[in-house]
């Protein structure tokens, strides 16, 4: 009965700012991290960010820094990704996901234990 259940997708233009949010029920994430990725059809899952959801320690793959912030509602049910200055290459469905062993690289999407169906952004003119 766990779900994840990711919203704020769409189609926009470049340059536009999105706020996506990933709602967590029937499960206690309380110690786990929450993890934002996308994946291009055909292809494997590639990291974003994640956040740690006891400590709210936030971590980011190396080239989505300059764009992407991760960040949590205080009921720890609800993480959010803020993605600005978007660009036709961005255009991907985004999951969220959630790790029990909430690694210092929890941005990566392996030892993952919940995935979200997830939300689609198209960035084009």
């Known amino acids: 009965q766990v779900q994840l259940v990711e919203s704020g997708g769409g189609l926009v233009q470049p340059g536009v700012s999105l706020k996506l949010s990933c709602a967590v029920s029937g499960f206690d994430s309380d110690y786990h991290a929450l993890g934002w990725f996308r994946q291009a059809p055909g292809k494997e899952h590639e990291g974003i960010s994640c956040?740690?959801?006891?400590?709210?320690?936030?971590y980011y793959a190396e080239s989505m820094t300059a764009r992407f912030t991760i960040s949590r509602y205080t009921d720890k049910n609800t993480v959010y990704l803020q993605m600005n200055n978007l660009k036709p290459q961005d255009t991907d469905p985004y999951l969220c996901a959630t790790e029990r062993v909430a690694t210092l690289r929890c941005y990566r999407p392996t030892l993952k234990d919940h995935w979200g169906k997830g939300s689609r952004v198209t960035v084009s003119t």
């Open positions: 956040i740690s959801n006891w400590y709210g320690s936030t």
